[in-house]
């Protein structure tokens, strides 16, 4: 026999109303102990309860789906966001519609029109728009909560869980000064996202802290991709004053670096150390392993999640803007000068 809210009521000798609110996120609403909460969701899982979506859909006006829009989903980075938002979302029996506007603006306001027709009950979104202008008009529009997540934008009221990009560039650029190294370059993204612009900063003013001069000749690149980082590492490599280490705004970005490395046959990482944006799971197999600033998707996406969730169920957060602080995994793709 199907497992149900009365027959889990009967078995604890607890009200429905009470299994209810547990089991959809209400307990501290009604102030239900921590202790009956455990009981009941340990009993549940026990017994296989999994609730009746179609007739909640149809009880409270909802889908209880989340639209999640993001640049490309080909990119382990926002690959593995996806999923640990994905995990939050089916923990609260949530379904996530997955769509991926490829960094096209067009295909991102195209896949806005889609969910808001799909009747989502909220989006998280990574946008690829430079200003909020757009989105205001559109949210506005669809009277759906939205979250931003990684990417983010001012002067737009929609809360926000991104990186501390600012502090993760500075902390590598400082990591790689501190092994000896003076003469940086840069392979940036596109240079009108706030994330990129942040990055640039951190790594400008961590030269300037340690009175290392700012060439503009070894920054270069505008785009996440690995043709960026290629074109960009082979005109870095022909500056008179070659820079002996590299960092990368992106993993996509670093694999063009290691595929230009290669062509040109240097020898990693005597000929030139490399650091990199986004951990992966390949980084520690390649060689020499690769030298990342972790990123914790993860706990990023877990966030965006209750965030949209919180809105949802008209929760809102006395701050709504989130940074998360890197970390940098060392290994064997920086050489150290001193």
Partial sequence: MKASLKSIAKDLNISPGTISRVLNGKAKEYRISEATVKRVKAYAQKVGYTPNLVAKSLQASKSFTIGLILPDISNPFFSTMAKHI???ASAMHYSILLMDSDEQLEKETKALQQLYSRKVDGIILCPVGFEGSHYKEQFKDMGIPVVFVDRYLK?????????????????????????GHKTIGLIQGDQKLLTVNEREKGFKEALQDYNISFNANLLLGNGF???????????????????TAILCMS???????????????????????IISFDENPYAEYITPSLTTIKQHNDKMGAKAFNLIYDLIQDQKSEDPSFLIDTEIIERGSIFDLL
């Avoid at 002067?155 to 092994?179: C, R, T, W």
């Fill in 225 to 243: 991709n690995e043709e960026n980082g290629y074109v960009s590492m082979l005109q870095l490599l022909k500056e008179k004053n070659k820079p």
């Fill in 86 to 88: 994905e995990q939050q």
């Fill in 251 to 273: 993993n996509q970005i670093c694999m063009g670096v290691l595929k230009a490395a290669k062509e040109l046959q240097l020898n990693l990482p005597q000929d030139l150390s």
């Fill in 155 to 179: 002067g737009i009221d929609v809360p926000f869980v991104s990186s501390n990009n600012y502090k993760g560039a500075y902390d590598a650029v400082e990591f790689l000064i501190q092994k």
